[in-house]
């Protein structure tokens, strides 16, 4: 198909005003010429289509042909070019079988419309792209008489589809993974379901040798044994990867197994011991944090230690350490069971294998990571855009958001070949251009 469309554009200054470039460039923009030649070239390419069918209009002998004109019906239309009102023809096979639609368009063997829906992909896109940072009702806003937006309900809509599609797609990138760590994390989000306050969501993602991340699960309102059977299934995970995440019981549980073991984050060591130590209400805030204190300088001196020593392959230094900042830990542990703080030395005692997990890997020329920062940064992103006090959300809206907002966040060539694939870019290649501009004393 071929369509050429000739314009003629006359522009003018008063003689007595200078104008600057960025007024220029807006009164071009708001004069919709790229939304009026995309409808000329629309109407221009339907006209064609139908002339094939069923002859030019008004010539002699077009009522015995096959196909016959039906009139037109207009199309709205809204794209990242304008808003468009198209008038687009109808065709009628009179040789259509009886159980056969005999209506029906031509232009829509050239040009696909997306469905019965007035913003197309494009600008449909733009605005979920705008709703993953402002809320629905600042992204409604955002066109600011530039671009048209859709509805806040209509964003909304297009969040709950593109993330579903979105998550559709993830599935079928990491299906046969075979990832050996893992970051895990939850949080809540308070929601609009009347039983119940909050949604609880559940973060994973994968960190690779060059500390790369993959988000390989979000969900909303599941359990961690679904995140991890679900993963399973599709062999995501290998069968002795390294997890590593806080000490959240249902998460370790899903997760480890005799040979998956588990990295406990050191930053949260500190944190749960001193809430640990109040809980047993052994001892005074001065001596509470001498003890934390004690804990943490153990195990970030093993931290050193296994980063000063594993370029060097130095793995008896490591060893060694290994063994002095246990046997340190087991030793506290007692101390604190004899002085009436059980708790604190029940959770030391039971969560001393995942705390020198990273240095026992080490030793064995595995990297594990220390710290679960990267999905602790993936919730900061939720916390961003999901964790207002004012926002409320259903599972279905908020397990979209976040589908879209951590795959860009995590992910983001992965979010724009979603993105390339959704808005069908791979057909540009199939459309040849050419645009010349005749100027008074100006250059072709």
Same mark, same amino acid.
């Given at each position: 198909?071929?369509?050429?469309i ?15 470039l ?6 071009l923009?708001? +004069?919709? $010429? ?5 409808? +000329? ?5 339907d ?9 030019? *209009? ?6 015995d042909e ?6 037109? *019906? ?25 159980d056969?639609?005999?209506?029906? /368009? ?8 997306d ?22 009702r ?26 579903s ?19 895990a ?21 994968? +960190? ?18 679904d ?6 299934? $599709? ?11 806080d ?5 370790? !549980?899903?997760?480890?197994?005799e ?11 500190? /944190? ?8 047993d209400?052994?001892f005074?805030?001065?001596?509470? *944090? +001498? ?16 980063e ?13 350490r ?7 830990i087991?030793?506290l542990?007692w ?19 995942s705390?020198?997990?990273?240095a ?16 602790? /940064? ?30 860009d ?11 390339? !694939? ?8 199939? $459309? ?13």
């Amino acid at each position: 198909m071929h369509a050429e469309i000739n314009v003629r554009f006359e522009f003018s200054i008063d003689d007595d005003k200078t104008v600057p470039l960025a007024a220029l460039g807006e009164e071009l923009t708001e +004069q919709n $010429i790229e939304a009026t030649v995309l409808e +000329q070239l629309v109407a221009s390419l339907d006209e064609q289509l139908v002339e094939a069918l069923c002859g030019e *209009k008004h010539a002699r002998g077009n009522g015995d042909e096959r196909f016959q004109r039906r009139g037109t *019906k207009q199309r709205s239309a809204v794209t990242t070019a304008g808003e468009h009102d198209l008038d687009l023809h109808y065709v009628k096979d009179t040789s259509a079988d009886p159980d056969e639609d005999a209506y029906f /368009r031509p232009i829509e063997d050239v040009i696909s419309f997306d469905g019965q829906k007035q913003y197309q992909q494009d600008i449909s896109f733009q605005s979920v792209d705008l709703a993953t940072d402002l809320s629905y009702r600042d992204t409604a806003d955002h066109g600011d008489g530039i671009l048209s937006m859709p509805s806040r309900s209509t964003i909304n809509r297009r969040v709950k589809e593109y993330g579903s599609k979105l998550g559709d797609f993830l599935h079928d990138q990491i299906d046969g993974m075979n990832a050996d760590t893992i970051l895990a994390d939850g949080t809540k989000c308070h929601s609009q379901d009347d039983a119940t306050a909050y949604n609880d969501v559940h973060v994973t993602l994968s +960190q690779d040798e060059d500390d790369a991340t993959t988000l390989l699960d979000v969900s909303v309102d599941d359990t961690w044994e679904d995140t991890a059977t679900a993963l399973d299934e $599709i062999e995501t995970v290998t069968d002795d990867a390294r997890v590593v995440s806080d000490a959240e019981e249902g998460l370790t !549980e899903a997760f480890t197994t005799e040979e998956r073991l588990h990295q406990l984050d050191l930053v949260h060591v500190p /944190r749960t011991t001193s809430y640990m130590l109040w809980q047993d209400g052994a001892f005074s805030l001065d001596e509470r *944090k +001498q003890i934390v204190s004690e804990v943490a300088n153990d195990l970030f001196h093993l931290k050193n230690s296994v980063e000063k020593h594993r370029p060097n392959e130095e793995w008896a230094a490591i060893r060694a350490r290994i063994a002095t900042t246990t046997q340190r830990i087991r030793h506290l542990a007692w101390q604190l069971d004899q002085l009436s703080s059980p708790k604190t030395a029940s959770y030391l005692r039971t969560w001393l294998p995942s705390m020198t997990l990273f240095a026992e890997e080490a030793v064995d020329g595995f990297e594990v990571p220390w710290t679960s920062n990267p999905v602790e /940064r993936a919730m900061g992103e939720v916390s961003k855009r999901c964790k207002n006090q004012w926002m409320r959300w259903t599972a279905a809206g908020l397990e979209a958001m976040l589908q879209l907002r951590l795959v860009d966040y995590a992910n983001p060539e992965q979010y724009q070949a979603f993105k390339h !694939e959704l808005l069908q870019r791979s057909t540009k290649t199939s $459309i040849r251009c050419e645009f010349s501009v005749e100027a008074t004393r100006g250059e072709l």
